[in-house]
């Protein structure tokens, strides 16, 4: 058991956590938050913060420590808005950055004087936490159907393991199709066959120039195609989907999509768009920033009411931000966790953060509000939360992202055998799971 968590703490640094907000009309922009092999710490140790330190409560101030390793930006829209709804109850929360957040949780879990009474972070890494026994179920601290009635029903599903709710969901992102409107001739597309025909006669790859571009070797961008078709990359039971049927159909029709696109790597794909060599972009509101700074008059439209030909929506994954409660706080805090739990669903807090930073609530309520309607970018990921799928959140999807990568490579830059590079991918994928035993 100790080996195998020491692996997927290890892959989980190497994964990219797509969860980010964008930039809102007004302009107010935040960054793209990654988790990477390329910025991560290794699991380097972290000095406590004086902060951190310090007497949990203060007089009759109790203090409700959250880490995060998220935007700080993002982080202070949330910290004034439940600490201005807590002010009345004597409770004030206390958002601590920490860099590489699953070694840290690993190490100071369980610590209750240096670890943290609540963590903020991915859904995605939800099984690996529970994994190592350092989460309460929400429901030993609150009553969960009434703190969840309003949440969109997506978001619920993310912050679940076996069916027992760990996470209470505050924003979420999802891919989109993003289009410059001066470069887009006609109307958006309503099909995916349309889309195919329009980037037929709009694309020459041999002058640089294409219709829509994206990710086409990277499986999040290929999973609206992917989950759309009834396929999976891994299901619940961490068995891998390379060889179902459905996911072979899906991969095998987004194979003519990516003749006629880059070669699909983050950088080329961007770069063609924000040069305006690319009519259109598959990719999520973390881009925003940079197409507005290329000075891009774009319009943005949910995957969910583009069709497949199966007539259901393309459903990519969507990636959740929340917030978790460590089992070892409960003892003296249990109360006061209740309490930010019950401030941090509000739909108030949702409109805050969806003005302010440019978030996706995950409260359905937020969006009665009048700017957050005007949103042209969130009122599309709301959208595509109705045919959108949570990234597993189990371990072992930590381990999937390398087979699939090759499978893609395979099919759509090499041009093998879509049958043959599943299986492939399938071998590749089942063994890197005996791996982490």
């Known amino acids: 058991m100790k080996k195998r968590m020491v692996l997927m703490l290890a892959a989980l640094i190497c994964v990219n956590t797509l969860v980010a907000c964008g930039t809102t009309k007004s302009g107010t922009t935040s960054d793209k938050q990654t988790v990477s092999a390329e910025k991560a710490t290794g699991g380097k140790s972290q000095k406590m913060s004086a902060e951190a330190t310090k007497p949990e409560a203060s007089g009759d101030t109790t203090t409700v420590k959250i880490w995060h390793d998220g935007n700080e930006a993002i982080m202070q829209t949330i910290t004034d808005e439940v600490n201005a709804r807590l002010a009345g109850d004597n409770i004030r929360v206390q958002f601590e950055k920490k860099t590489d957040m699953p070694s840290q949780l690993k190490l100071y879990g369980t610590d209750v004087a240096n670890g943290p009474d609540m963590y903020f972070y991915a859904h995605d890494v939800l099984g690996s936490f529970v994994a190592m026994d350092l989460l309460a179920p929400l429901s030993d601290v609150t009553d969960v159907d009434k703190l969840l009635a309003d949440e969109l ?35 958006v597309p309503s099909t995916t066959d349309e889309m195919y025909k329009y980037m037929e006669t709009h694309t020459d790859v041999d002058k ?50 990516g003749v006629l696109q880059a070669d699909g790597d983050y950088n080329t794909v961007t770069t063609l768009f924000n040069e305006k060599k690319a009519a259109a972009i598959i990719g999520g509101p973390w881009l925003t920033s940079g197409i507005e700074e290329a000075g891009i008059n774009y319009g943005v439209v949910s995957l969910s009411d583009i069709k497949l030909p199966n007539g259901k929506g393309m459903a990519p994954f969507s990636g959740v931000q929340g917030v978790g409660v460590l089992k070892a706080a409960l003892e003296k805090k249990k109360d006061a966790i209740a309490k930010v739990l019950t401030a941090m669903s509000t739909p108030e807090l949702g409109v805050a953060l969806a003005n302010k930073a440019g978030c996706a609530p995950a409260n359905s309520k937020s969006y009665d509000n009048a700017d957050v309607k005007a949103n042209e970018m969130i009122t599309a990921i709301q959208r595509t939360a109705s045919t959108a799928q949570p990234m597993p959140n189990i371990p072992e999807m930590s381990v999937m992202w390398g087979p699939a990568e090759s499978f893609l490579v395979a099919v759509n830059k090499n041009g093998e055998d879509v049958t043959k590079a599943a299986e492939q991918a399938q071998k590749a994928a089942e063994q890197a799971i005996k791996d982490m035993q």
């Open 208 to 257: 640089g120039i294409y219709a829509v571009v994206n990710q086409h070797t990277n499986a999040y961008n290929v999973s609206p195609f992917i989950n759309g078709f009834g396929g999976y990359v891994i299901n619940e039971d961490a068995k891998p989907g390379f060889t179902d049927l459905n996911t072979i159909k899906a991969v095998e029709y987004n194979k003519k999509f």
């Open 153 to 187: 029903p997506m978001t619920v599903k993310a912050g679940q393991l076996k069916d027992v709710q760990y996470l209470l969901p505050v924003y979420f992102e999802t891919l989109l199709f993003i289009y410059n409107k001066e470069l887009w001739e006609g109307t």
